[in-house]
Structure formats: C-alpha cells, structure tokens
C-alpha cells in the first residue's frame, strides 16, 4: 500500500503534466513568412544549402545536371548489349557441402 504522500506527489506530477501539454497543444503557432511570390516562398521551403555563392557549390558537379545520368544510362545499356549472351546448357548438378563435426 502506498502512503499518502506518495500518492498526493503523483496527482501533483500528473496535473503539471497535463498543465505543460495542455499549454503547448493550445500554443499559436509562428506565423508563416508571407513574401507574396512564389520564388520566396519556394526559397523558403526548399532552401538550397549549397548556391552558388557557397564555397561548397555543386555548381562543377557533373552529376548534378540530367544529362550526365541520362548519358550514363545510354553507356550502360550499349555495354550491356555488347555482351555475348551465355548459350550454353546447364548441367543441372546439384552440391551437397557436408561438414562433420568432430
């Protein structure tokens, strides 16, 4: 059984708590920024960490732009076609691995 205290000190925390989330569940949220255009707001949702004014710029990356993927798409395939195709019948063997523990 539990003492008196106890059980006052554990409706104490349990009422704090439920003070805290019911602030925060009612809390306003920020206003959202308003900057009239559609290029602000994708800016702001979207923002690009690396611009071209970051040191860090993708801008030389050739793996950035869609004909570099589209380009090694193409390489891809022509080698694959060039591969002679494997003809050949399977012997249908199966490998039993036996291991003896001693």
């Known amino acids: 059984m539990s003492s008196p205290t106890a059980y ?4 104490l925390i349990a009422l704090l708590l439920l003070g805290v989330l019911t602030i ?4 306003e949220p920020e206003p959202a920024l308003d900057c009239g255009n559609a290029d602000c707001a994708e800016s702001d949702m979207h923002p690009d960490f690396f611009s071209h004014t970051s040191p ?5 990356d050739p793996e950035a732009t869609s004909d570099y993927w589209l380009q090694k798409g193409k390489d891809f395939v022509r080698k694959q076609a060039s591969l002679r195709l494997n003809k050949r019948v399977a012997k249908n063997v199966i ?8």
Request: net charge positive; charged share 20%.
């Open 95 to 102: 490998l039993f691995w036996v291991m003896a523990w001693v």
């Open 8 to 11: 006052l000190r554990r409706k």
């Open 24 to 27: 925060v569940a009612y809390a």
């Open 56 to 60: 860090y710029s993708r801008s030389n």
